[in-house]
């Protein structure tokens, strides 16, 4: 079903996992994309590079048990086609267009058939053409909606992995310069007492990424 909707929504078909081998040259496309952060396989769908398939029988888990639940599931699917969210949202404007035009056209046939004919029971051209203009009212709503809130995100500044990574890596140190200079751990009681938090905090990260 997550195949079905993901082709729907994208046009795209995804039947890969994340064991893969990446070239060097392809890193520097990866690590710039935005989208890596929600979804990797459909980030690599999204990044234009060429995908060689190799198709592997699953194997049987070695030990344990998934620890993705039926909502990890969903909120794992939602984000793949997240990473096409600008497909998506010209697919449901082309959908909701056609939507519209067959309201249109629906509701032309009630006029026509109410004013030129005489096959309109009493009341039910007005009824009809109640339900096909709420209808359509709610599909324009509905693209509006959904325009407005792609043009929101676009105005934000997004998160690229190649600028972003050093807030969640830390620093390698020459392995000479640890043999020269060991790190002294210090004891918590050794901070001096007027210290500010800040400036503990300030140290501590240094020690940190000394010893690491």
Known sequence: MFKAFFLLGTGKTID?????????????????????????????????????R?????????????????????RHGLNAIAVFEDVCLVRLL????LFS????AALIAVVAIRFCTDM????????????????LLQAALLALASAAAHLNRRSLSEVVPAREAERFLVPRADPAQRMSHPVRQAAPEEAAPDE????????????????S
């Open 16 to 52: 890969f996992g994340h064991y893969c081998v990446i070239p060097p040259r392809a890193l520097a496309r990866l690590v710039h994309s935005p989208a890596l952060w929600s979804h990797f396989a459909a980030t690599l769908l999204r990044s234009g590079l060429p995908l060689h």
């Open 54 to 74: 190799v198709r592997l029988d699953r194997g049987r888990r070695y030990a344990g048990r998934s620890s993705m639940n039926l909502t990890g599931l969903i």
């Open 94 to 97: 082309i959908a909701l267009g």
């Open 101 to 104: 035009g067959g309201l249109v």
């Open 120 to 135: 309109a029971v009493p009341g039910w051209a007005t009824s009809a053409a109640g339900l096909l203009l709420v209808a």
């Open 196 to 211: 500010a938090p800040s400036q503990a905090a300030t140290r501590e990260e240094a020690r940190w990424k000394a010893a």
